[in-house]
């Protein structure tokens, strides 16, 4: 049986393990309330600027420092900023940065890992030994270095937080292609003569998916992390312009007269991440096949 034999049952199999993988996944509370959770942000994101809230940077010097109130519902800043308005644009920045700079990362380390697991050699050898370099080095130390590099900005620390994360996809990848491809089906595929970018396409790649899937969800979460570190330090999303991780650097000057200003921002970050890290995990246990 050739390799183009086998497209009716390998598809066949394919759409038994995406329903069982369904299944497993609805059947975990923990993943769907991941889900939730980040539903719930990224409609806030997306319907920004069609909600009826005040100008994120319009000031009140009447309202300086202001306590959760009808009028302001999170309360104010230092400078009578509304915080509701200013947590909700937040939200655009940090899930926006967390999703560029995991894409950045998938795009550039996913090639690397497979041409490193498929061909081996010299190739496998320089990458790896790039990738293992750029390992050693702490992931957030990395970014802050890059995004100091490149400039103060949200695009930067962007670009900064995707390279510094790309390494642990070319090694998750190269790591799955050398179990994947000594398989029978790859081994058919190369015995009928097909071009190498057409196995890593066809036959490689989709196989190595789900784990990159699995890690490209978790990465999220730390790249929200990271993104509000460098908003911290001054080095991601630039004032005026509402950032998670700025509001809390103005608000550890506050945190005796207007604790609130720390409150809803550290909220925020910690249901995000803990919403990717809880759908990671639903991910890994339903497309993990050793799972019944």
């Known amino acids: 049986m050739t390799a183009l034999d086998q497209t009716v049952p390998i598809a066949g199999a394919a759409q038994r393990s995406h329903s069982r993988a369904w299944r497993k996944f609805r059947a975990n509370k923990g993943a769907l309330a991941g889900l939730g959770i980040i539903l719930f942000f990224a409609l806030l994101a997306i319907a920004a600027p069609a909600l ?14 202001q306590p959760p109130s009808p009028a302001h519902w999170l309360g104010t800043d230092e400078i009578g900023r509304d915080l509701l308005s200013r947590m909700i644009w937040g939200t655009r920045a940090s899930l ?70 790309m390494p642990i996809f070319v090694r998750l990848t190269r790591g799955q292609v050398l179990a994947v491809k000594t398989e029978d089906y790859v081994e058919g595929a190369r015995a009928i003569g097909l071009r190498h970018s057409r196995i890593l396409l066809r036959y490689i790649l989709p196989n190595v998916f789900a784990p990159i899937l699995v ?21 991601g999303q630039q004032p005026p312009a509402p950032s998670w991780g700025a509001m809390l650097n103005v608000a550890k000057n506050f945190m005796s007269q207007a604790p609130w200003m720390a409150w809803w921002p550290g909220a925020a970050i ?18 993990d096949p050793r799972e019944s």
Do not use: C, H, K
Request: charged share 10%; aromatic share 10%.
């Open 52 to 65: 009826p809230i005040v100008d994120p940077n319009a000031t009140d010097w009447a309202a300086v420092r």
């Open 215 to 235: 890690q490209a969800t978790l990465t999220v979460a730390t790249a929200i992390i990271a993104e509000a570190s460098l908003s911290f330090l001054g080095l």
């Open 96 to 165: 926006m940065a967390g999703a560029f700079s995991v894409a950045i990362a998938v795009l550039a380390g996913v090639p690397f890992g497979l041409v490193a697991g498929y061909f081996g050699g010299w190739a496998d050898m320089v990458i790896s030994r790039i990738t293992e370099a750029f390992l050693a080095m702490p992931f957030l130390i990395t970014a802050i270095a890059l995004a100091a590099f490149l400039g103060p900005s949200l695009t930067n620390a962007m670009i900064a937080i995707g390279f510094s994360a």
């Open 270 to 287: 910690f249901l995000v991440v803990m919403g990717f890290n809880l759908l990671g995990d639903g991910l890994r246990d339903a497309l």
